[in-house]
């Protein structure tokens, strides 16, 4: 069973910082793709930055130039953990930010999502 364990939710200052780590069992040469999404309250569910195994991120516009997206992996068969540095952060960054991977066969998974609160 796929396990993604986010930490890293919680409460910051405009203008802070706040860095996600997801950790996955999955063995790290299966893996296609890993980053995150995020939830705002009544509003779908939008990537924010993806980084794939060749080493190429992906960012939305709304976060460019603030957030980075990294990953770690320690060896093939290493767990494999993918950060996402956030700075500068804004009132409407505020969502459920959700751990996303994606397998070589397009299989999809998901983690159960942190909370991160930028108060203005």
């Known amino acids: 069973q796929v396990q993604l364990v986010e930490t890293g939710g919680g409460w910051v200052q405009a203008g802070g910082s706040r860095r996600l780590s997801c950790q996955t069992s999955v063995d790290g040469s299966s893996i296609r793709a890993m980053g995150w999404y995020r939830q705002s309250r009544g509003k779908q569910r939008v990537l924010v930055a993806e980084?794939?195994?060749?080493?190429?991120?992906?960012?939305?516009?709304s976060v460019k130039g603030r957030f980075t997206v990294s990953g770690e992996n320690s060896g093939e068969n290493a767990k494999k953990t993918v950060f996402l540095q956030m700075s500068s952060l804004k009132p409407e960054d505020t969502a459920t930010y959700y751990c996303?991977?994606?397998?070589?066969?397009?299989?999809?998974?998901w983690g159960q999502g942190v909370q991160v609160i930028v108060s203005s």
């Open positions: 980084i794939t195994s060749e080493g190429s991120a992906n960012y939305s516009d």
């Open positions: 996303h991977l994606t397998d070589y066969s397009r299989a999809d998974y």
